[in-house]
């Protein structure tokens, strides 16, 4: 397979992976990111769970309301077949897509793409989340954000979940979660 040049030598690809707690600014980063990418002139396809309506059905959107246009998707499979003569992959969310995720941007890697991916480290349980673990293995750039912690001003890494209800994906903001430290977190 023949792959373009990326800028002078062979076009290299990898794998980026923002990760955190409920408002750790996670969204924001990413935005940041993509956008420095596209000022630099970088054909950029950005994506999102299609199940991800909070802010906005298309948009990525920041808790401090920074947005970026996105295509959002039914499941990851979707995402190479929108990726031809791209040059930077973003994906929000992707604690939400199935274990498929972790492969479909190794391959997208291996195509010489680089890829930045935003998602949940840990569910509402402080048990890993979804793929984000296997995407944390692969990745060759890893950042780990911080919110601070409603409870005692320490920094937080986890996200606890104000109502009693045990589905694992329960999408909400201020209402429904607040970032806590672990000791906060774990002595409710």
């Avoid at 401090?64 to 791209?86: F, G, H, K």
Wanted: charged content about 30%; proline content about 5%.
């Amino acid at each position: 397979m023949f792959i373009e040049p990326y800028r002078s030598g062979k076009r290299k690809g990898w794998m980026e992976v923002i990760c955190g707690c409920m408002f750790s600014g996670k969204t924001e980063e990413l935005i940041r990111r993509l956008r420095r990418v596209q000022i630099a002139g970088l054909k950029t396809e950005i994506f999102k769970p299609m199940t991800d309506t909070r802010f906005d059905p298309i948009d990525i959107v920041s808790h401090n309301d920074s947005r970026i246009r996105s295509t959002p998707v039914e499941n990851c499979y979707n995402i190479p077949l929108l990726t031809a003569d791209v040059d930077v992959v973003g994906i929000d969310e992707a604690q939400f897509f199935n274990e498929a995720i972790v492969e479909v941007v190794e391959e997208l890697v291996l195509q010489g793409m680089r890829v930045i991916i935003a998602g949940l480290d840990m569910d509402y349980l402080g048990r890993p989340f979804g793929p984000i673990p296997g995407l944390l293995a692969r990745a060759e750039y890893i950042t780990k954000l911080h919110a601070v912690c409603v409870k005692c001003g320490d920094i937080a890494n986890y996200s606890y979940r104000k109502p009693k209800i045990d589905d694992q994906v329960l999408l909400g903001e201020k209402d429904v979660y607040e970032p806590r430290c672990r000791h906060c977190f774990y002595s409710k």
